[in-house]
């Protein structure tokens, strides 16, 4: 089975802090994508990759960074946290021949 | 752009009936696909079934059935036999190939499901 780990399932930080939340598949995937999820919400990409050093803006990038050095790692960073960071974070991934996407357990993320 | 309708926040289901979630999208894609996506508690997204656009049938996997209908640009999810381990908040989501020829989900923003004794 494909397997997506994100190295923290909670995690809590100061504002100000720089962040980095990590992905890591195992699959060989191409595409690999953060999401963010809030109550009421759904979930909203932030950024997505579709290959090695390649990232492309998802629909709320602001105060995000992203690096993928290597094609089974894809980094969220928070460049300075803010209150309004502290969210569910997802990541996904997928294959070309895929239908849908495997999801890492998620990090709950509190930025006090 | 592609947008994901689901407009029930939260439902309840008495055990063992059938429960219907709605899903409605937009695209211009001509080749898209459907999928529903179950979160429970725990915070996992478990994948549960896909639906392509071009897919003449409506996808049925185990208990869950995708009521496909392209025309209205709704693909509804089909709980039969409700159990308790249902209660979950359920995504609709599409996918797309973004320019470029990769793909792109969009979410909607879930529906709570609640299953009562």
């Known amino acids: 089975d494909v397997k997506v780990t994100q190295s923290s399932r909670y995690l809590v930080k100061r504002t100000g802090e720089k962040v980095f939340l990590e992905c890591v598949q195992d699959?060989?995937?191409?595409?690999m994508f953060w999401y963010r999820q809030d109550p009421g919400l759904g979930l909203r990409l932030i950024y997505f990759?579709?290959?090695?050093?390649?990232?492309e803006k998802g629909d709320i990038p602001e105060g995000y960074s992203v690096s993928r050095e290597k094609k089974e790692r894809f980094s969220l960073i928070l460049e300075s946290a803010s209150t309004n960071q502290t969210s569910m974070y997802l990541c996904?991934?997928?294959?070309?021949?895929?239908?849908?996407?495997?999801f890492g357990s998620g990090t709950r993320l509190t930025v006090v | 752009a592609q947008k994901i309708t689901q407009t029930q926040p939260g439902m309840f289901v008495q055990e063992k009936e059938a429960v219907t979630l709605d899903c409605t999208y937009d695209?211009?894609?001509?080749?898209?696909?459907l999928f529903w996506y179950k979160q429970p508690s725990s915070g996992e997204m478990i994948f549960l079934i896909y639906?392509?656009?071009?897919?003449?049938q409506n996808a049925t996997e185990g208990r869950y059935s995708l009521n496909f209908q392209k025309a209205r640009k709704s693909a509804n999810l089909v709980i039969s036999a409700s159990q308790l381990g249902d209660s979950a908040m359920y995504f609709c989501?599409?996918?797309?190939?973004?320019?470029?020829?990769?793909?792109?989900?969009?979410f909607g923003t879930g529906t709570k499901l609640q299953v009562i004794p």
């Open positions: 989501a599409m996918r797309s190939a973004h320019s470029g020829g990769y793909q792109k989900v969009t």
């Open positions: 639906q392509g656009s071009y897919d003449e």
């Open positions: 695209t211009s894609d001509q080749s898209y696909g």
């Open positions: 699959m060989d995937h191409e595409n």
């Open positions: 990759s579709y290959d090695v050093k390649m990232k």
């Open positions: 996904a991934s997928i294959g070309a021949l895929d239908y849908g996407y495997t």
